[in-house]
């Protein structure tokens, strides 16, 4: 059951605290709490609840709002929550009215929160918020009519960065032996699950040979480099165990056995170790080193290999992203489990760009995968300059002003990656620690927020700092004190001035 707060938004002056005083309006989670539109996403997220049945929910800024936290202070579960108990800003920044001196809830909701947020709520979210900062930054410009039809004419306008990246998720780096080691272990313990629920205590228990196949694994596995031949081998017996082992799990159900005394944990696996038996089975029987929609993960089934070819790490296991970056700002376009060219979304980004804006851009700064023939031709039909050379061979001589402007749109450029960095070394996505494929899309939707949220800051606090290093170096005697700029944090219209 949802119920809705009717409470008015509360101004961090009125926020009451137990030892006096008043929250500091230049406090920069007071500051991002003005520019997220709670409200308006309020209803879409009443939906997910029933009127009428289950305990109250907690409300939708409660619960983005410790999603925010823990991805802006970098820490767990239980330490957002024990850090929301201590830190009145904080109770603020999730609605609270007044300090409290208890957790307003427990560490397992934000696993219920990262569920019920969704990727595409997060990205509406993060759309908004973005509009209303771009807004809000822009100064009134005068200008005659004339200027004004001209400016108007122009159909294209600003700049759009586009790339490409992955979100590695938290496993093992995955061998052929390695799985089928594990997928063998699983199937050793529903056997022993299965055998301990037969009606018929007389029965003996199916022979697995567990120590021998252990023994066989690793003679291996501690191996450094072990010849080809070898690894064949090994992989060879490890598949026989869990063939054998499925053999007999078929073979208790077959009599009057029954799946119920497995849970649901042990149902799953089940399933994955089936068909990571198939597949790498024909890989073996076949010679072949890749198979379509691979299993790399028992307990992240839906992790695949993203094949980057980057100098560090050619394969990376996780979420390929697609992201495009305007001002500074970055959106999320596509999540994808599987492996995509990115290519193919350059079109969308543009078209979304101009759903946003009400233009097109004026140039579009991507990498060589992008400038296919299609994507150019798309392109130079809307007036849209797309960076890098063009196809075919390179001219013998290329003036001055063409290397200027290649180097200044790979300067343009390189603002995208700056933010995949940002986000890989400055936050958690250079490691999804979420084991689910929702809840880890959630949380790649969250870092992007975050990150925009870690802009509008560096704004806001830069221009405070400019004000105040005017306020140092001003001459009084020469200024009157009526001249001088109020010292004001820039707030949205909506909310407190």
Known sequence: MYRKDEQPRTPPEEFKLPFEGKLSEDNRWVIMAQWIPWEEFEAEYEELFSSVMGAPAKRFRMALGALIIKEKLGISDRETVEQIKENPYLQYFIGLSEYRNKAPFDASMLVHFRTRINVNLVNKVNRVMIKRMREASKEPVTENQSEAEEGSERKNRGKLIADATCAPADITYPTDLKILNQAREQTEKIIDSLHKSRQDKSEKKPRTYRKKARKDYLEVAKQRR??????????????????????????????????????????????????????QQWMYDNNKQSISDRIVSLSQPHIRPIVRGKAGVSVEFGAKLSAS??????????????????????????????????????????????????????????????????????????????????????????????????????????????????????????????????????????????????????????????????????????SIS
């Open 226 to 279: 072990p010849a080809r031949k070898k690894r064949r081998n090994a992989i060879k017996k490890q598949l026989q165990y869990i063939k054998l082992n499925l053999g007999h799990i078929d073979q208790i159900i077959a009599n009057r056995g029954t799946l119920d005394s497995l849970n649901n944990k042990q149902y799953k696996s089940l399933l994955v170790i089936s068909e990571v038996y198939r597949q």
């Open 325 to 494: 970056c305007m001002d500074d700002y970055v959106f999320l376009d596509r999540i994808s489990w599987d492996n995509f060219n990115e290519s193919c979304d350059l079109k969308t980004q543009i078209e979304a760009f101009k759903e946003y804006t009400g233009h097109y851009p004026e140039s579009v700064h991507v990498d060589k995968i992008y400038r296919t023939r299609d994507n150019r031709a798309w392109c130079k039909e809307r007036g849209i300059r797309i960076s890098g050379p063009p196809l075919g061979r390179p001219p013998a001589n290329l003036s001055k002003s063409t290397k200027k402007q290649a180097l200044e749109d790979e300067k343009i450029r390189n603002s995208i990656e700056g933010k995949f960095g940002q986000g890989k070394r400055r936050f958690s996505l250079n490691r999804i620690m979420n084991k689910l494929a929702h809840t880890s899309e959630t949380a790649i939707a969250i870092t992007f927020l975050v990150m925009n949220l870690s802009a509008l800051l560096r704004q806001l606090l830069g221009s405070i700092f400019l004000l105040n290093y005017f306020f140092q170096i001003i001459d009084y005697d020469k200024l009157s004190v009526n001249s001088l700029p109020p010292r004001k944090v820039i707030y949205p219209s909506n």
